[in-house]
């Protein structure tokens, strides 16, 4: 019998088909390899592909599907941590979303069955792959019958400039590039559009990850700012706002 253990390999796309202006379909593998030593010979056991349905057509982002990708990655909109407490419920006004996605330049998503969701999680290979797998490896995944797995938008004056905003990817499928595949989509697409100013909004934590797709800081040396509160009239302010015309 052969020693069986599990290593962490980098994710392979297997292939794309079925392109067009709207839709991408690929194929997957999960990040698991099962490496088995059989007779002092060690195989490399490859875990089987699933499908994923990359999409940017505005009508496929549902605000019903696209709040709970947010529960699931605890992702909010809000800007301000004064506001919403770590251990809160993230709370996502759904017609407020809605306007959002119909005044976003681009909007990515990515949908995957609820099977191969479970089974990253869960990190359910033992390197088998019986016939119900190879069906459905082979078995398009839809919008319809799908989960939403992934998610990214751009705002754009669809001239000069464009700004990537709320990328995101459900936990257990992560660190597979779903989430540069949604980068690189968007970046697509605006570059198409003649828009090469593409700027993102991320956290510190999401710079090494966004530097990977390509991105860096500007010759300006410019950074984010939220307006966070009403200008008061203190005559100290009221100063500043003289000085700076």
Known sequence: MGVVAHAQLPMIIECSTSKNSTMELKWLRTTTTTKSTTNNKNLLLRPPIFPIYISTDPRHADPLRLRDLCATCHYSFHRFPSHVAEDQPLFLDTRKLRIALSHSAVVVSVFCKSQHILSAADGDDDGGFGVVDLFESVTPVTPSDGEL????RAVSDCGLTASIYDVMVVPSLRRMGI???IVKKIVRMLTNREVYDIAALCTENERLFFKACGFGGDILGS????????????SEEEQTFTRAG
């Open 149 to 152: 797995v992934g998610f990214g």
């Open 179 to 181: 989430g540069r595949m």
């Open 223 to 234: 950074t984010t700012m939220m307006y966070t509160r009403t200008a008061s009239s203190t």
